[in-house]
């Protein structure tokens, strides 16, 4: 059986297969923290796992931030250099190549505005090579980015603009960036996930219709993402198992107090409530009430990890300097 | 039985009391429809019937609203005309009394935006008596407006500030626009509540927390108010409503398959959505996807309205000259 | 001698050529007044008319804006009318050809974000055509549009992502939106230009670097800019000019009085200008007051025309409904 | 003879008398630096002085930025602790005092926006002082801030409502917040200016109409303000006196080549460029290009500044902490 709640973390998927008792062979998980911040890496082996936890062949990345609001700025120091040191790991390029960020998303909405958000906040250098001595560029890689919009706005596939611009500048390494939607609130601003397998369609808060990876442009493609909502239709189903797990705890396990809801499944329980909500619920979505702000935070965390991924040589200092 | 379902409208109030088949006597209420546009008021005229129903004695106006992404220009205009007339009829002002208003709720939180929207578009007119000759100003009264921001970005109680401007301005009358939070989906967007009984503790997307009514403020206090959110709380109760509902339908009405839940009444199942979800749910708002255009719209929409409803005399073209 | 202070309007360019008594050969001028509205016509003819007068061989019809802050609804509706017919004869398309609209400069300058202001707000339809059945989109051509931001922010040329998106898209014509500088602040916010020879090396706010026109895209480039800003240079060389002729005036033609300013040229007024302040100005941009409001109020009078030319069987208000 | 031409800033109208070679009786100056910061003290003592040097008497100190675009993490570290000494010393508060910060200027002009968005920044606590018990809050005063917005959109003085707030909050002391008009392009964004006099009438980019001050608010007012435009006639009057100087240089002290602009002073100059621009230049600023990314930057300085010189016990990431 599939996943039917929505999620685009692997991880959740991981955590739902685990709860559910599913067979878990094809997949690797390994839990590790370091400097006090959780890392969960998800595996997925063969096609037959892939199917089962609903996402791509490849290795996905999760990383725990401390809450935003809270962190001091050592702690976000250290977040930052964590995404920063896995992201270099999945990219595995040398400092000489080409990188391509697209900012995926619609900076109309702010809860999917995060692509297009940390894009800005880019240390963008392509085109000074053109214009710079060879001296003065040999300690940074040419980085180059696009916030390409989204179909509604723009009539165009993503996936069409995105081609034809890596058609002409001919990166080494994509790096996709996008908004993502969870299945619980706790992890609504609170999680970066990295991977090496690209956008899958449906995924992001905009639904993405095609895929950006290897196959559709013909170089590694690497996505971040941030979860900023959840469905609708999944905080109703959570609701509805929180209440029939706090019922059956109340009233024991066998009586026939509950009815039928005593033996739903969580996935049953999304289903009634897509079903219920079915005619109005798709324009609706959940999010923190503060997510301007939220997006603000994550888009400047997320921005400095890629700067400092990308230019590994220049400090802190340096990079600010060149962003000017 | 009071409503534990919060809703800032009286007329979901009063359907609400209607379905739980709860005592009306001290409410009155009646619907029509004019150029197409549905009204309903409710009028609470004892303070027994405004503890049942949750509002304070006084007139509650809802106009309907078409749908502001598919109405013509002509619906919008015709709308537009209706709220005029309401809030005029409730103002029952003569055109040289002094209008105060206050755009209340968080700029920064794009739900709760809608107050300082509708200010920062409407023909503010009392700086002008000063600087204008009596003929130049004899065709319009004086109007002005703050929006006093919210208590945490402030440190101050709305209240607090309004009643040392209205202090210093001594207008006739004050006008208050919030955004509110509905209790159902359709109505998001969709509805302009007007009444004679200003802002209650609690009302509003953001939680208000005192009163700005004609006790606190000395002179007539009329509110607009436009549901732009609705509670997660609440959401996830309607969807437990909906689910048992279905569920009594096709099983039958008498057979225990439901166990305590096809016996539950919706504030039951607000209580335990509410319960369910207490630990986070508070941080989360349900909101339409596209609310940043919604909120663009709406507040054009309401301070059109209110420019009509304040200067009978000019034409909109007029009013258009005047706000350049 | 070529013209060295910057305007990107054609008009004005014309202008300072009959100023200076220049030769005018190569170069035919028409001036019409419709519904009240003035629109002047420039046709460069001759390779050496176009380099004395600094804009490519082509149509530019400048069409002069009613006052944005004081126009009533019909004069803009009439200003809209007048662009739409233009804009459709300069396009000459037949109604199922693709058109791909680009919205240049930098959404985050407000003064240079009228480009992606105006994308925004255009009815798109490309992606309905694989969406709907044929009878639906009979009444409609494709349209899509792209904002491909700036080179100092993308790293890509905006010439090479929009050659990128060409490629894949193939449209039959691409209509480029620009904010421009003019020469005098009355023009500011108050005329449109439109023309079919693209967008020039060196025109609009942000000044492009690389042509997008016929030869460098392979279809037609229609383009329509709105000057926003007038160069700092250009504003302190016009004062000098308007100084020495209120003191030629004062003091009499002949006298030594005056000194060498008496005999300047504007041309070299302006070079001495930007010479003396050649070290800053040019981080500078002189710009009206409301630019955020002058932004808004244009770019949706810009889109509507726009709308109305590529839709020509759809009235307003279908437009409206489409746009929801 | 007073100072025709416009700067808010003390330090430059002082250097204005200067090159003038004015009486400077009853001004004292002093200049330093501290940690590589320029430091500029202007102390105007008599009314007398204060007529010539065009502001009230009282304490003015200028603190030079580092570029803001190009300075490190640490230069920027220095600037804040240096404002905020400066600014602790001019408040002379006990750590118990209530201070009204007041954001003034109009959020909707971005180079006005200065104050608004410094206000959003600040660490606000005297809402908490009813909330949490003593212990909690003995370690920081109460803070409180109001963005009062300007006269043409509410039609009401901003110090008819800042008095009305003062009346009922009752603070010790009042920070007002401002965008200001510099007469040279180099102070822009680069300058810091504190001072005990209040705002006076026809500061800040908006023109206030109203004095702020002890004597109208009755308590001290401090004043915090940064340029962030010069004035149009301001940029034409030093690019005549600029040119003048140039052409001097070039021809030697005593021919009468330049005529009559040979001997003029700068402030005729100034009268000149005004008179020919007179008709529509006030409706025009000029300001740097990247005004939007400029008031970010400086907000969030000036911001920090006064977070940490009103919370002198709290470390910055316990302020971070807070702010959440």
Do not use: W
């Amino acid at each position: 059986m599939s996943i039917s709640v929505r999620t685009d973390l692997a991880q959740e998927a991981y955590e739902m297969l685990t709860e559910a008792a599913e067979e878990l062979s094809g997949i690797e998980s390994h839990n590790e923290t370091t400097e006090g911040i959780g890392i969960h890496r998800v595996l997925v082996k063969t096609d037959e796992a892939a199917s089962r936890i609903g996402k791509p062949c490849g290795n996905y990345i999760t990383v725990e931030l401390p809450s935003l609001s809270l962190a001091t700025g050592e702690e976000i120091s250290a977040a930052c250099r964590l995404i920063s040191k896995e992201l270099r790991r999945l990219l595995s390029l040398s400092p000489d190549k080409t990188v391509l960020v697209i900012g995926l998303g619609n900076r109309s909405i702010t809860p999917d505005a995060l692509g297009p958000e940390v894009v800005s906040q880019l240390l963008i250098t392509r085109h000074l090579f053109s214009q710079l001595s060879e001296d003065a560029t040999e300690h940074f890689r040419p980085v180059c980015a696009i916030s390409p919009g989204v179909l509604g706005i723009t009539g165009i596939e993503t996936e069409e603009i995105v081609r034809g611009v890596v058609e002409r500048v001919k990166p080494d390494c994509v790096l996709c960036i996008d908004a993502l939607a969870a299945r619980s609130m706790h992890r609504v601003g609170a999680t970066v996930q990295l991977c090496d397998t690209g956008i899958a369609p449906g995924a992001g808060v905009g639904n993405r219709r095609h895929a950006l990876n290897r196959e559709t442009l013909g170089v590694p493609v690497i996505a971040l993402g941030v979860p900023t909502v959840i469905d609708a239709a999944t905080i109703t189903a959570d609701t509805l198992s929180l209440i029939t797990k706090a019922m059956k705890k109340e009233s024991g396990k066998d009586t026939p107090f509950l009815g039928v809801l005593s033996t739903m499944e969580p996935e049953d329980c999304a289903f009634l409530a897509k079903d219920a909500l079915s005619s109005e619920i798709g324009n609706f979505i959940v999010t923190p009430k503060e997510v301007d702000l939220l997006i603000d935070k994550i888009s400047k965390l997320v921005a400095d990890s890629i700067n400092h991924a990308l230019f590994e040589d220049l400090s802190p200092d340096e990079i600010t300097e060149f962003l000017s």
